[in-house]
C-alpha cells in the first residue's frame, strides 16, 4: 500500500511540474513547456561524472560539503560504466597497495555484489599488466556509484553541461544548459573532471594537446562461432583482400582480425582521431566506431565458420583516451613518471605502464622494478587560477607521461585528493595551491586513501 501510495504521490508531483489538467476521458491539456532558469548555491562543484569527478565529489559531500555533480551523459562512470572499459587498474604495486580509498571501497563493492573475484595481486604481473585489472560489471558499477554519491549528500544533475563559466568575489559563476533547464551555478571551489580540461578552457585557462591524439574504443562482444574450429589463416587472407578493395579499414581492428575473434571483441577497436571534446567530435567519433563495427560484422558472416557470427552487446559511446589536458603549476613528464620522481606536494601515487596507442595497436613500456611514480598538487591546478582544481586525464602532464596517468586507479587517486583539497580551501577560506600538504594527507587518510610517503 505504501509503494503505490508513493507512486501516485511521485505521479501527481509530476504533473504539477508540467502544468498538466486532467480530462474525464485520461487526456491532458499542457501548457507550452517554458524553459526553466534557476540560481544555485554550493561549496564545491564537480564538473564531470567519470571516473575521477565521482571520486571528488563523494570525498566533498562525506567530509562535510554542500556539493553538486554535473554530468552531460546519463549515468556516472564514465570510461569504466559509458565506455565500457570495466577493467579498472591498477591498485597494487609491487605486492604493496598504492591506491586505496572511496576508489577501491567502491571497486570492491561491485565486485562483492556481482560475486566476482579479485585478482592475486601477490603474483606479479611482469610484462602481462592486465593480470592485475580487476573485471567489474559495468552497469552494476554504474548504479552502485550512484547510490554512494546520494548517501554522500551530492546532489547529481545528469544532462548538463556548462556553456559559461566566471570568477567573481571569490566565488565561481557556472551557467549550465541542460534538457529545458538554464541553470546557474555559483560555488567558491570549482573541479574539472571532464577528461578534456573543457570546464578549464571554458574558464579562460590555456589548455595543451597534441597534433595528432591516440585512438578511442568501442567496446563490444560478438559470439555465434567457434573459434577453435576456424580457418585463421584463411580468414586472415580474405581480410586484407577486403581492406586492398578498400572495403574496409585496417587501422579500425589494428589489422589483426584473428585478434577480434580470439578476444571476441574485447578492448581491440581503434577509431582513430576520436575527440569527446564537443558534441559534434563525439557523433563523429560515436558513428565512425559503429560504421567500421556494422561493416566488419557483416564481412564476418561471409566467411566459413563464421556465418552465424552476432553481436551480443555493443557499448553506446566510443570510450576516448586523450583530448586536451591543462596548463598547470608543474608538468609531470615521462622522466618524472618512470623514474618515480617524488615531489614535496605529492598527493596521489599512480602505477601503470606508459600506454600510447597508435594505428598499428600498442605496446606498453612498463616500469622498471620498485618505481612507483606521485602526482604533485601543482599537476592538478591550472596556472593562474584561483579556488580551481582538476582530476583525471585533463592532469598538466606530457604524452606519454599522460598516457599511464590516465588509466582509472590513477584518476581515482587524483579525484580523491582533489575533492579533500577543494573540501581544505573552503573551510580555511584558501585557493588550493595554498593549502598545506599535510591537511591534505590527513584528510585523505582519514578517508582511507593511500598517501605518498
Known sequence: MKKIQRRAALSSIGAMSLGITALAKGEIVSEPYKIKKQTLKTDILVIGGGTAGVIAAIQAGRAGRKTILVENGSQLGGT????????????????????????????????????????????PHGKNHPRHQVRLNGQLYAMLIEEKCIEAGVQIRFYETPTQIMFK???????TMGKGMITEIICNQLIDCTGNAYATSIAGFTVLREAETQPGSLMFEIGGYDFNSLDLKMIQARYQETIQKGELVKTDFRNNIVGVLKSKGDNISHVMGADSTTSESHTLANIKGRTSLLQTLRFLRTLPGLEKTKLVDMQNETAVRETYRIDGHYKITHADYVTGKKFDDAVSYSYYPIDVHDENGVVPDHLKEGIVPTVPLRALIPKNSRNFLVAGRCISSDRLANSALRVQASCMGMGQAAGATAVLANLQNKTPLDVSIKDIKEMIEAHGGIVPV
Open 80 to 123: 569504466t560504466t559509458t565506455g565500457g572499459v570495466a577493467f579498472p587498474g591498477i591498485f597494487f604495486a609491487w605486492g604493496n597497495q598504492i591506491i586505496s580509498g572511496i576508489g577501491w571501497e567502491l571497486v570492491q563493492a561491485a565486485v562483492a555484489l556481482n560475486d566476482d573475484t579479485l585478482p592475486n595481486f601477490s603474483i
Open 169 to 175: 568575489k571569490n566565488n565561481w559563476i557556472v551557467q
